[in-house]
């Protein structure tokens, strides 16, 4: 009993922050899947807007395909995305890397814009939504 009541105590005592965070990767709802929020991360040492910043854009794209992939879809289920960009003057830098994971598929419907602050500092965040038809 002693030992039950100290698993119990220490699994409570972490925060559900630092268990998971508190969302989902992605919501189906019918034939549609809401794919949260991808954050792209860059490297270590790497600056967000020079060398960095590709490396987090195929880092977020990456991240969106393998929830796709988890879900039975591809890219080519993606019927709309939205982009934030710490920095809009990344945004041909951007369009480069993300038109290259629709290739041979048609491109999603798009909006993008700057926001100022993005989660852990991420030069930029991609959401989309996409389809089982």
Same mark, same amino acid.
């Given at each position: 009993?002693? #030992?039950? /009541?100290? !698993?119990? *105590?220490? &699994?409570?005592?972490?925060? !559900?922050?630092?268990?998971?965070?508190?969302?989902?990767?992605? &919501?189906?709802?019918?034939?549609? !899947? @809401? =794919?949260?929020?991808?954050?792209?991360?860059?490297?270590?040492?790497?600056?967000? +807007?020079?060398?960095?910043?590709?490396?987090?854009?195929?880092?977020?794209?990456?991240?969106?395909?393998?929830?796709? #992939?988890?879900? %039975? =879809?591809?890219?080519? +289920?993606?019927? #709309?995305?939205?982009?934030? *960009?710490?920095?809009?003057?990344?945004?041909?830098? /951007?369009? %480069?890397? @993300?038109?290259? @994971? /629709?290739?041979? #598929?048609?491109?999603?419907?798009?909006?993008? /814009?700057?926001?100022?602050? =993005?989660?852990?500092?991420?030069? =930029?965040?991609?959401?989309?939504?996409?389809?089982?038809?």
């Amino acid at each position: 009993m002693k #030992k039950w /009541f100290a !698993l119990v *105590l220490a &699994v409570g005592a972490t925060p !559900l922050a630092a268990q998971q965070p508190p969302f989902s990767p992605a &919501v189906r709802a019918g034939d549609t !899947l @809401y =794919l949260s929020g991808q954050i792209g991360r860059v490297p270590d040492g790497m600056d967000p +807007h020079k060398e960095g910043f590709d490396a987090a854009v195929r880092n977020s794209m990456d991240s969106i395909g393998k929830i796709l #992939k988890d879900n %039975g =879809l591809d890219f080519g +289920h993606v019927v #709309k995305c939205t982009v934030m *960009l710490d920095d809009m003057a990344d945004w041909p830098r /951007f369009n %480069g890397t @993300y038109v290259s @994971y /629709f290739q041979g #598929k048609r491109l999603p419907a798009r909006s993008a /814009f700057g926001a100022d602050g =993005l989660a852990m500092g991420a030069p =930029l965040e991609i959401e989309c939504i996409a389809s089982f038809k």
